[in-house]
Each structure stands twice: as C-alpha cells, then as structure tokens.
C-alpha cells in the first residue's frame, strides 16, 4: 500500500489544478470514520454512509478497502466527496464485490503542488441497498493516509453497524 501511495503523491507533481482545503488528533495520526456509526433501516430501502477522515496533518492521498455482510445488505456504489476530492472522480476505481461483500482499492489523492485539508473532512459517500432483516457491520479492512511527503499516518478505524429490521 505503502508503494501505491507514494506513486501517487508522485503523481501529483504531474498533475496542475485544483488544491484541496478543508478536529484533533495527535500529529502522525489520522481517524478513519463512518457517518451515521448505527443505522437502522427497513428491507428494501436504500442508504447512505459517509466516510470521514480526521488528522492534524495535510492529508495528500488514501487507500481504503472494506467488509460487509452480504447477507443483509450490499454496496453497490462509492462516490468520492469535494472536502477532499478536486477533480470529481477517484484515482482508482473502487473494486465492488457484491457476493463477497467487500469494495477494495478506494483510492483518491488531492491534485496540484499544495497539501490537502487537514481537522475533520469527508472522502467519500457509500451507496446500499438493504433486503434481508439482520445486523451488517460495515468495516474498513484496509486503510491509509498519506501526507504530501509520503509520510504513512498511523490510522486508526471505527465502523459502522447497519441493521434491518421490519
């Protein structure tokens, strides 16, 4: 992961436009966050999750993959969000399995020769569909941030739980 982020940060140097601009955690961090953190919904009914990120550090790239439980619900898209994307679309396009239950590979770096945001910002919107009564927790399995240097931030995750009930 180390070694996607870092060609990415590269490619930045590459890449004129847009800077991003947007909390508190301790320097090197970062907090990698779902919004709502407990939804209840009915079957049937589509849903929305926001992915945050919160650091003191200029967030320059990241690199998310997460679980769920396909029995209950599914994802069936992931969109990446203007607090810290500036060109409306992903560097990589995620990876969505819908039997496995997993996305992978949610890769997205701010463009130009500035730094991104730092304190509390949004990366992406998660887009489900539930269907069967039960409870899913939505986990980030995989996650990285970087800072403009390259710097890996040490992450740290909290998930998401989604239940269906009638």
């Not at 961090?29 to 926001?50: K, M």
């Not at 069967?132 to 040490?154: P, Y």
Request: proline residues 7%; negative net charge; contains cysteine.
């Amino acid at each position: 992961m180390k070694r996607m982020i870092l060609l990415l940060l590269l490619a930045t140097l590459l890449l004129p436009g847009a800077t991003c601009e947007s909390g508190s955690v301790s320097p090197g961090t970062a907090v990698a966050w779902f919004s709502p953190p407990a939804l209840s919904v009915p079957p049937l009914t589509a849903f929305e999750l926001e992915l945050w990120v919160t650091t003191s550090d200029k967030a320059q790239a990241y690199e998310f993959s997460l679980q769920y439980d396909s029995s209950q619900i599914f994802l069936y898209d992931v969109v990446p969000h203007p607090d810290f994307d500036d060109d409306g679309q992903f560097f990589v396009e995620p990876q969505i399995d819908f039997a496995a239950g997993t996305v992978s590979g949610v890769v997205d770096l701010c463009h130009g020769n500035s730094a991104g945001p730092t304190g509390s910002f949004q990366i992406a919107t998660l887009y489900g569909w539930s269907y069967a009564d039960g409870v899913s927790t939505v986990a980030l399995s995989a996650g990285g941030v970087a800072t403009e240097d390259g710097t890996d931030l040490t992450v740290t995750i909290s998930d998401s739980v989604v239940t269906v009930t009638p």
